[in-house]
């Protein structure tokens, strides 16, 4: 288990924590944009925690559920629609409601 308190993590440290191999992980960067550690001088590859979460939704998919990398990022990019179009439901309805109280605010003038 990963020390939580940590910021970044070593690739040794994925690769042990979700049972990946370094090639895994390295193509698995190639294929996700989301997935772009940073590299210290030596070329020592580093995970944030924001990363660590998408790999673990990666490791579930392809393991647990059986999808291919392809539909995890349709999974994915799923997602991501589902967030914008709920977000743009809750931006329409508080403009609604915005613009009703503003017109009762008119008529209490």
């Given at each position: 288990?990963?020390d939580t308190?940590?910021?970044?993590?070593?690739?040794?440290e994925?690769?042990?924590?979700?049972n990946?191999?370094y090639?895994t992980?390295?193509?698995?960067?190639?294929q996700?944009k989301?997935?772009k550690p940073?590299?210290?001088?030596r070329?020592?590859?580093?995970y944030n925690a924001e990363?660590l979460?998408l790999?673990?939704?990666?490791t579930?998919?392809?393991r647990q559920?059986?999808?291919?990398?392809?539909?995890?990022?349709?999974y994915?990019?799923?997602?991501?629609h589902?967030h914008?179009e709920?977000n743009?439901?809750?931006v329409?309805?508080?403009e609604?409601?915005r613009?009703?109280?503003?017109?009762?605010?008119?008529?209490?003038?």
């Amino acid at each position: 288990m990963l020390d939580t308190t940590k910021h970044l993590f070593s690739i040794k440290e994925v690769s042990a924590e979700f049972n990946l191999s370094y090639s895994t992980l390295r193509f698995w960067e190639s294929q996700f944009k989301e997935l772009k550690p940073v590299k210290n001088n030596r070329g020592v590859r580093y995970y944030n925690a924001e990363m660590l979460e998408l790999l673990r939704t990666i490791t579930y998919l392809t393991r647990q559920q059986g999808y291919t990398l392809d539909g995890v990022k349709k999974y994915l990019f799923g997602e991501k629609h589902r967030h914008l179009e709920r977000n743009s439901q809750i931006v329409k309805t508080l403009e609604e409601i915005r613009q009703t109280l503003l017109h009762i605010k008119q008529g209490m003038e």
